[in-house]
């Protein structure tokens, strides 16, 4: 395959978004004086109405204004809990800011691949202080030429009108020569169908799906997924 550009997703493609996500919770819930167990009771249900949420906006059925104004207050009514989920939201913001997780073997592959002489973009769904710091912190951010994150586009994954700006700014793109990559499938791998273009699915924690979107290829590890372009 003659990939010359390879868009990137960041968050559990190169950045552990996920791991910081339940560290940046768990203080979260600490300071509410939430016990042991109830920080991982409101972590599964947390994670269960957000994902709902997530799901709903890349659907394009609410806003991301939604999501933040809502799923801390949904948390702590699922919870019995009586509590000011606008505050959880402002506290969790502020944890995240703070928590930069780079998955391991990230940095060395996207510097090969850029000494090889790929052309690396970041396209995310991401809120855009966040990820803006994280790649800055992480030094990630020196191997992308541009970086283009839902907020400041207004337009998001899986939405084609996501891809068309991005190609915009970068004539020489072209269907053939860029591909997808990320591990999300409703949004990465179904903007990359919806788009015309090929995706690669980063699938690290080997799940299984045979229902639509279909990605071109699946990479379990770096190094399978260099295999594949």
């Known amino acids: 395959m003659a990939y010359q550009y390879l868009i990137f ?3 559990d493609t190169l950045l552990d978004f996920k791991g910081g996500e339940v560290a940046g919770l768990k203080n979260v819930f600490a300071q509410q004086g939430f ?3 109830l920080q991982e009771k409101a ?3 947390y994670t269960k109405i957000n994902r709902g949420l997530w799901s709903s906006f890349e659907k394009g059925e609410i806003s ?3 999501i933040h104004q809502t799923r801390f207050d949904k948390l702590l009514n699922t919870l019995g809990i009586a509590g000011d989920g606008s505050e959880l939201e402002r506290q969790y913001r502020e944890e995240l800011n703070h928590n930069y997780r780079v998955i391991d073997g990230a940095e060395p592959f996207l510097a090969d691949l850029q000494q090889a002489g790929y052309h690396l973009i970041a396209g995310t769904n991401g809120e855009a202080q966040t990820q803006h710091l994280r790649l800055a912190h992480t030094g990630l951010d020196q191997y992308f030429e541009h970086v283009y994150i839902s907020d400041e586009m207004g337009v998001a994954k899986p939405d084609p009108a ?3 700006e991005i190609f915009a700014e970068n004539p ?3 269907k053939d020569n860029t ?3 990320g591990d999300g499938l409703a949004s990465d791998i179904q903007g990359g169908v919806n788009f015309g273009i090929d995706t690669i699915w980063v699938n690290f924690n080997q799940r299984n799906t045979t229902e639509p979107p279909m990605p071109t290829a699946v990479a379990q590890s770096y190094s399978e997924l260099k295999q594949k372009l």
């Open 64 to 66: 991301k204004q939604t």
């Open 9 to 11: 997703d960041l968050d």
């Open 172 to 174: 020489d793109m072209t």
């Open 162 to 164: 996501f891809y068309q």
């Open 179 to 181: 591909v997808m990559i």
């Open 43 to 45: 972590l599964s249900e």
């Open 35 to 37: 016990n042991a167990p």
